[in-house]
């Protein structure tokens, strides 16, 4: 587990059994009421693989994210009171330092379209046509790595 913080919000990256409560309220709260993505779709066999990243305010989850073994980022997440507030881009440079220090030499991601520059400002570059998932369109991005 690694435990960082910034100002008032804690960073917490782990294993999926300590994840697991605070980032599925999240992303049930983003994906599943938010933005309608099916809630059989949302939570996937992927997520016991994947190393997650936690960000609170206090006790309250705010944000989350996961990293997957091959190195594809995904179910970023951050609830709505706490958007601007630099919490994406906390979850994404943790995941993106744990892809470095698993030794992969690229990440990719998903991207939501409306996303896209959000992505594109940390480095990530949009590859290949946009496709639906979930009903939502997105596009793959991907940002090679350096040591």
């Given at each position: ?66 990293l997957l ?19 994406g881009s ?58």
């Open positions: 587990m690694n435990d960082k913080n910034s100002s008032q919000f804690r960073l917490v990256v782990g294993d999926w059994p300590l994840c697991e409560k605070d980032a599925s309220s999240i992303r049930h709260e983003v994906f599943v009421l938010e933005q309608k993505v099916p809630p059989e779709l949302e939570l996937d066999e992927h997520d016991a693989r994947c190393i997650h990243a936690v960000v609170y305010d206090g006790e309250h989850p705010a944000a989350t994210g996961r073994p091959d190195g594809h980022i995904g179910r970023l997440a951050v609830r709505q009171v706490y958007r601007g507030q630099g919490l906390m979850i994404l440079s943790s995941l993106v330092d744990e892809a470095r220090r698993n030794g992969h030499l690229q990440v990719e991601l998903a991207a939501q379209l409306h996303a896209q520059g959000f992505y594109a400002a940390h480095g990530f570059v949009a590859e290949g046509d946009v496709f639906l998932d979930a009903g939502i369109d997105h596009v793959m991005m991907r940002r090679m790595l350096t040591v």
